[in-house]
């Protein structure tokens, strides 16, 4: 054989081999493209909630402990993500979006929700706090609208933000105010309204529906809560309701409850107004990301079995508390022998 035919010889094999590689390439570049239809629930480090809760007067940390909260970062998967998932995104969660998404919301109205539920854990937290540790949390009903009733006849003509501003000619200032006059009418008559809308005000006229013998409008109105203490949390952009027990937990902390006697605790659940803790999704995932910060303690909602889920990912490092309530969580926090 001469040369140049060993040379096109060797070539020819090489030739198949980069054009397989230059297939393959484009294939997985084409498969990034590609939705799958389905979100990874992705681990994220649990992070550590004292640089988000400010409190006024609030004391420094002491004991060395420390609290974190979890969440969980979810990502449209494409084809290439679903094809390599244990390779490229372990401890992973594939979730079709029909079951992350509910029907008729899109993906930014996905993602407002879950802004608008930490914004409501974010208000839940200081009053539970604060009323666990005996301060007098104030709860004054107002006159604006935030909620009309579906089946009422003030639908299309009342909205959320509303203020009602008199009831026949009456000044209602307060809630009592509103519902006494109200009252005076019978049950089906039409009341006229004078109400604050935007930059303006206007007159309506609603038809009453009963109540149990009891004429109303149809509306639930707005309520104001006046802590003793304020609280402020930034959150940035994170979503969701699953940050609600770490937040009340570091209010508590800061007003000089000694709530981590020393150790590193990550938390999650949604934290109901009555002290409650709730199912959160994406145990697994939180897991792993409380694993990865180190922390000693996860406290987990009981509810929906996710403890049990957190259980089965621990490690032999972590101790899984399952709570359903702010007040075990305390309890067993508070049977911890306390650190140096």
């Not at 997985?28 to 939705?35: A, D, G, T």
């Not at 649990?46 to 402990?65: E, R, T």
């Not at 509303?162 to 200032?173: K, M, S």
Request: proline share 7%; glycine share 10%.
């Amino acid at each position: 054989m001469n040369g140049s035919a060993l040379k096109g010889w060797l070539s020819s094999p090489l030739r198949v081999v980069g054009g397989l590689v230059v297939a393959f390439i484009f294939a997985c570049f084409i498969l990034m493209k590609i939705n799958s239809g389905d979100y990874l629930l992705l681990p994220d480090i649990a992070h550590p909630v004292a640089p988000l809760v400010k409190v006024d007067g609030g004391k420094p940390s002491h004991g060395g402990g420390e609290l974190f909260f979890v969440d969980v970062q979810e990502q449209q998967a494409s084809d290439f993500d679903t094809l390599f998932q244990s390779v490229l995104h372990p401890h992973s969660a594939l979730i079709p979006a029909k079951e992350l998404i509910p029907p008729g919301i899109n993906n930014r109205q996905y993602q407002r929700i879950g802004l608008l539920e930490m914004k409501l854990s974010k208000e839940v937290a200081p009053i539970v706090a604060e009323r666990r540790l005996g301060y007098h949390v104030v709860f004054k009903s107002l006159t604006r609208v935030d909620v009309v009733d579906p089946q009422s006849h003030a639908v299309g003509i009342l909205r959320p933000g509303d203020t009602i501003l008199a009831v026949n000619g009456v000044p209602t200032p307060t809630s009592d105010s509103l519902r006494r006059e109200v009252e005076k009418v019978k049950p089906g008559a039409v009341v006229s309204l004078r109400i604050h809308r935007g930059s303006g005000t206007q007159t309506v006229r609603v038809k009453t529906i009963n109540s149990g013998g009891t004429p109303i409008i149809g509306v639930e109105l707005a309520t104001k809560v006046v802590l003793p203490v304020k609280v402020t949390i930034d959150s940035g952009n994170i979503g969701g309701p699953s940050a609600g027990l770490a937040f009340t937990l570091e209010v508590m902390q800061k007003l000089g409850y000694d709530v981590t006697r020393g150790y590193k605790i990550a938390a999650t659940g949604e934290m109901q107004p009555n002290g409650k803790v709730t199912a959160i999704g994406g145990v697994e995932q939180k897991t792993w990301g409380v694993r990865d910060a180190g922390a000693q303690i996860f406290l987990v909602p009981s509810d929906q079995g996710n403890a049990k889920t957190a259980e089965q990912f621990a490690g032999p490092n972590l101790r899984i508390i399952p709570v359903t309530s702010l007040d075990q969580a305390l309890h067993a926090l508070a049977a911890l022998p306390k650190l140096k």
